[in-house]
């Protein structure tokens, strides 16, 4: 069963560093998402892509994070500059198609820590 | 902005017995909700998922129960299993957004006990 995959599972980095987060999405699906939890709270929306472009992000989405389809497989998540409340587990996710109720299938996650 | 609540943060069933988990909402702008189960170290696993077009959905031993005029759905499990022991997370969208981010409630920890 095809499913999202993330790498690395695990991320270490000192504050102010940059991370690259990378997903490679359900291969024909076309939307794509990162969400994120911080530890004890619930799972977040970032931003979701569609069509090489962002078509909605939230509030935390702000001016350091960015996100990229490379090529057409890997989606990623960049953070310019890491701070220490950006430390959670990162998930990625992918939808099927632009119709209405399509289930989004998310990746294991990326675990985050920034010190 | 707590637009999904799910208030219990834990319930513990016996096997074999019904289990129902509950979530409120409070945007009426929803219109597609979904159940995610999720482990410990592992990404949230779609489980079973309602359009408001409806009130109820079922599979298998998944059941989703949706009411409108209450803003509350709920999933039932029957019968619970020791596999089922997991967190539950409701999420809902509003589908005519273009990106159709889901909004998640805070979980629900479930423990089925032998």
């Known amino acids: 069963e095809p499913e999202v995959t993330q790498t690395p599972s695990h991320q270490v980095t000192q504050m102010g560093q940059e991370v690259i987060l990378r997903c490679v999405p359900i291969s024909n699906h076309l939307y794509f998402y990162w969400y994120r939890q911080i530890l004890g709270q619930k799972v977040e929306f970032l931003v979701s892509?569609?069509?090489?472009?962002?078509?909605?992000k939230s509030e935390i989405f702000d001016d350091q994070f960015s996100v990229e389809r490379p090529d057409g497989s890997n989606f990623t998540l960049k953070i310019r500059s890491t701070k220490l409340e950006d430390s959670a587990m990162y998930f990625c996710?992918?939808?099927?198609?632009?119709?209405?109720?399509?289930?989004?299938?998310f990746g294991p996650g990326t675990r985050l820590l920034v010190l | 902005d707590q637009q999904v609540k799910q208030n219990s943060p834990s319930l513990s069933v016996q096997e074999g017995r019904i289990s129902i988990l509950n979530c409120d909402y409070t945007n009426s702008m929803f219109d597609y909700f979904l159940w995610y189960k999720k482990y410990p170290a592992e990404g949230p696993t779609f489980l079973i998922s309602i359009s408001s077009i409806k009130d109820k959905n079922e599979d298998g031993r998944f059941t989703v129960f949706l009411n409108k005029s209450a803003k509350h759905l709920s999933l039932h499990i029957v019968p619970s299993q020791p596999g089922d022991s997991a967190v539950y997370f409701c999420a809902a969208s509003v589908n005519s957004n273009s990106g159709y981010a889901l909004n998640f409630g805070k979980g629900t920890s479930l423990l089925v006990t032998p």
């Open positions: 996710a992918s939808r099927a198609r632009k119709l209405w109720g399509e289930t989004q299938y």
């Open positions: 892509f569609y069509n090489n472009e962002i078509s909605e």
